[in-house]
């Protein structure tokens, strides 16, 4: 498995953002914009590579915000 598809617990995307247990709850059952998790036993993870697309797509939307506040 490469780097890119590699899988990151649910604890550690929570220490990494800094979000609660309770907000990645909600985030994960209902927001559309969340990165897809996979279930395996009763462990939550995410694929590294979802995460990274995740990103990129809220920073762009960030940058579209503050160029249309700009102008």
Known sequence: MDADSSL???????????????SERRRR????????????GKKIYYRRSQIDAWLRR?????????????S
Do not use: N, T, Y
Not at 64 to 70: D, I, L, N, P, V
């Open 8 to 22: 990151i617990p649910r604890a550690e995307l929570l220490k990494k953002f800094q979000i609660s247990d309770a």
């Open 58 to 70: 809220r920073e762009a939307e960030s940058v579209m915000r503050c160029a249309e506040a700009e």
């Open 29 to 40: 059952s209902g927001a559309a914009d969340w990165p897809p998790h996979v279930l395996i």
